[in-house]
């Protein structure tokens, strides 16, 4: 037992020493500069130190292999609440939100404050049609209590075969107590954009969030629209709302199908691909029309480029409430064993060369919700007429279309400067 606890030293330090080495050959490899220091001795013991007293003396056997990934989850989770460590779920999470379908019930949720939180139910899922909404923190599914935030477990749980039944439990702030919904699971397409007609000749484009179809998408919805009007349309709304963001690529691209030039986002960062800049080209699939963005506390990170990037650019009026503020660009970084980490590389700047982290983005016309309004509209509201009906339950939007009706002269103007210090091209 003497040597036990010096060999799980000398093991540990010896792997912690032997990845700074791995890492920094690797940045050698990239950039011409001098070998970055290895991990002091010091603090490789330190871990070690913990690591063996932790398996040695814990009130309960813990496996290496857990003590090892927990070191790992804790390191990359302190540096910023967006950085994290992805098992093999976690991990297969993150690519399905942004390429795939599955099988299950169809919530969007996130860990917040260590509880797992609805962000949105996808429109047509099961979640949806049994009224689950943003807001809603899952306390257990099919009688498994959610203890500490586990994102991995409560997606695992919420997954299964079409056709099975599950049974989730719920707080909602409005409620004293909690609610059950028993749903069946479905097969379930991650489609990120639908869309309507308000009048009949304006549009509306709801976008849930930013995966490598939702360009496709919108421009497919758009000329559908377009057709609609008898090729009259006169503008459209784009529906930002409560979208967490997603794939950048995706908010570049629908910035840029949107604008006829100028500066969509730029980025600076420590790495070598962290450091961006990405330009609008010639070809608006509007011709022009009148856009009108929509936004709330919930628009994030992708969603936060393209109404920062239109409103700059003084292409959109923005209506709505301040935005989220998250101004950081997360690269998900495979390794080994299936598993990854999402890290934050970059900070981006508006066109106006403004970082909005932690700010947000101020709308030009502020609208907040009436939800009381809204509830008692929807009850009557024409179901025949999609469009009608989005506007009698959604105070908000109808703001959006008496800004997109207002005259032409109303639309604010914005001076959009580059940020000096970026010197980058697309």
């Known amino acids: 037992m003497s040597h ?62 857990d003590l090892i ?96 039944p599950v049974e989730l439990t719920v707080r909602r702030d409005s409620e004293v107590e909690p609610l059950t919904f028993n749903l069946v699971r479905d097969s379930v397409q991650l489609h990120s954009v639908r869309y309507e007609m308000l009048t009949d000749d304006i549009g509306y484009v709801r976008v849930s969030h930013f995966s490598e179809t939702t360009w496709k998408d919108t421009r497919k919805a758009v000329q559908k629209l377009r057709r609609t009007a008898g090729g009259d349309l006169r503008g459209i709304v784009l529906d930002l709302r409560n979208n967490p963001g997603g794939v950048l690529d995706a908010a570049v691209d629908m910035s840029d199908g949107f604008l006829d030039g100028g500066m969509i986002v730029s980025a600076s960062g420590r790495g070598p691909d962290a450091n961006f800049s990405h330009l609008a080209h010639k070809g608006d699939i509007l011709s022009g029309a009148r856009m009108v963005v929509l936004v709330n506390a919930g628009s994030a990170s992708s969603s936060e480029i393209v109404a920062g990037a239109l409103q700059d650019n003084g292409r959109a009026i923005v209506v709505g409430t301040r935005t989220f503020g998250k101004g950081s660009v997360q690269t998900v970084m495979p390794l080994s064993s299936c598993r990854a980490i999402k890290l934050t590389t970059s900070r981006y700047f508006t066109p106006s060369g403004t970082s909005i982290q932690g700010v947000g983005i101020t709308p030009d016309v502020e609208a907040e919700p009436d939800p009381a309004l809204d509830a008692l509209a929807s009850i009557t509201a024409h179901q025949t007429d999609p469009g009608a009906a989005l506007l009698q339950g959604d105070s908000q939007l109808r703001v959006a279309l008496a800004a997109l009706q207002s005259p032409e002269d109303a639309a604010p103007e914005r001076i959009v400067q580059g940020k000096a210090d970026l010197d980058m091209s697309d």
């Open 4 to 65: 036990k606890p010096r060999n799980i030293l000398l093991v540990a330090a010896g792997v912690l020493l032997g990845l700074a080495v791995s890492l920094a050959s690797g940045v050698l490899a990239q950039k011409d500069s001098p070998p970055a220091e290895t991990l002091p001795w010091e603090q490789a013991r330190l871990l070690a130190e913990v690591l063996e007293r932790v398996r040695e003396e814990y009130v309960e056997p813990v496996a290496d292999a």
């Open 69 to 164: 990934e927990s070191a790992v989850r804790g390191m990359v989770t302190d540096l910023d609440p967006h950085s994290q460590y992805l098992d093999c779920d976690e991990y297969e999470e993150v690519r399905i939100s942004t390429t795939g379908n599955y099988s299950g019930i169809g919530l969007e949720v996130h860990v917040e404050d260590g509880e797992v939180r609805v962000v949105s139910a996808i429109d047509g899922t099961p979640a949806a049609g049994a009224g689950l909404r943003s807001g809603d923190v899952i306390l257990s599914i099919d009688g498994t209590e959610l203890v500490g935030g586990n994102f991995s477990e409560a997606a695992n749980l919420m997954r299964g075969n079409p056709g099975t």
